[in-house]
């Protein structure tokens, strides 16, 4: 499995990026997959989630200002995000379970990308 991000970079605050996340060598149908972001000195956590059906989850945070779509034949998943605030600077991870039920704690999701840095100032 391999997990390639891309669409990261420096914005001003109020501004847009829209991620992407492209997933190959899945096997597994309709896995749960989500976006995750980490801070220097922080723990990894929870952004938004997409059950294979199309359930999303998202923490409140960005509630109202992130958005969490997916190309499901292509496992292709994206994360628009609009009104950016530089708390929102992060790594941002992109990551799948194979398995059943998509959680929330990053120890329940086997593949990750490499990131991406997302900087707003």
């Known amino acids: 499995v391999q997990l390639v991000e891309s669409g990261g970079g420096s914005v001003q605050a109020e501004g847009s990026l829209r991620l992407s996340c492209v997933a190959s060598g899945i096997t597994y149908k309709g896995p749960c997959m989500g976006w995750f972001r980490q801070q220097p000195g922080k723990e990894r956590e929870l952004v938004a989630t997409?059950?294979?059906?199309?359930?999303?989850l998202y923490v409140d945070s960005v509630k109202g200002r992130f958005t969490i779509t997916r190309e499901k034949d292509k496992n292709i998943l994206y994360l628009q995000m609009n009104n950016l605030k530089p708390g929102d600077t992060a790594m941002y991870y992109c990551?799948?379970?194979?398995?059943?039920?998509?959680?929330?704690?990053?120890?329940?999701?086997?593949?990750w990308g490499q990131g991406t840095q997302v900087t707003v100032s």
């Open positions: 997409m059950e294979g059906y199309g359930r999303t």
């Open positions: 990551a799948v379970r194979l398995n059943s039920g998509c959680p929330i704690r990053p120890s329940d999701f086997s593949e």
